[in-house]
């Protein structure tokens, strides 16, 4: 690949995992660089956050467009920058299944549950309400099956008697922000694929996810 990996780094919120990304770039040797930070949301947090550090924004606003339009604005914007992988932080829309197959390998998610469990949106309210004694977060390729690209690393945590999704959340949010820099670290160095429709790390197929458990 040569240099450090181009990441683009797509947001619709407040930006923490982006920031945990950026700061693992700057202060924990992960060997990559984000190229652009690409929101939907001309609002989101994420941009100003980004656009303090100096690095580049772009905002694709979805209004008229259907999914593959916004996918061909998306690609087109993406090809300007030539990111080496996508990475979705946070990011709120389904991707049209064209693009997520164009870039097959190439794009990672965060999503804050353990996949399988809890795909879909609310997952910590939903934790809470199912009576579950762990939960996390997992970081998985993306396919075109929503949630369901092959999982890469889990880290989970006991809930907690008694606690609101607000302390849930933030405990979880704390994982994502190891587990995701970790991924992305793995893949700058050439060490985890997706091959065969499975996540691969050092030349092994990962039965299941790599697991890091937390209190
Ligand atoms: C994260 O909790 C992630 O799991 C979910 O959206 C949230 C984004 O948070 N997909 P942030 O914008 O990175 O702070």
Not at 56 to 75: F, K, N, S
Not at 126 to 146: I, K, P, Q, S
Not at 148 to 163: D, H, M, N, Y
Not at 180 to 203: N, Q, T
């Amino acid at each position: 690949m040569g240099g450090p990996l181009r990441l683009a780094v797509l947001v619709s919120g407040k930006g923490s995992n982006l920031a945990a990304i950026v700061r693992a770039t700057e202060q924990e040797g992960l060997p990559a660089t984000v190229v652009v930070v690409v929101s939907d949301r001309a609002e989101a947090a994420a941009l100003d956050w980004a656009r303090s550090r100096g690095l580049h924004t772009e905002v694709l606003p979805p209004q008229g467009l259907d999914r593959p339009a916004y996918a061909e604005r998306l690609q087109q914007l993406l090809e300007r920058h030539r990111p080496d992988l996508i990475v979705l932080a946070g990011f709120m829309r389904i991707l049209d299944p064209g693009f997520t197959e164009r870039w097959s390998g190439r794009i990672l998610n965060i999503h804050p549950s353990l996949l399988p469990a809890l795909t879909g949106l609310h997952t910590h309210r939903r934790a809470l309400e199912g009576g579950l004694d762990r939960h996390g977060c997992t970081v998985h390729f993306v396919t075109g099956e929503l949630d369901g690209g092959p999982p890469v690393i889990q880290a989970s945590l006991a809930v907690r008697p008694g606690e609101d999704e607000a302390s849930l959340s933030a405990r979880v949010q704390a994982l994502e922000h190891r587990i995701f820099p970790e991924a992305i670290g793995w893949f700058a160095e050439g060490r985890l694929e997706m091959k065969a429709g499975s996540a691969w790390l050092d030349g092994q197929r990962l039965e299941s996810p790599v697991m890091r458990e937390a209190s």
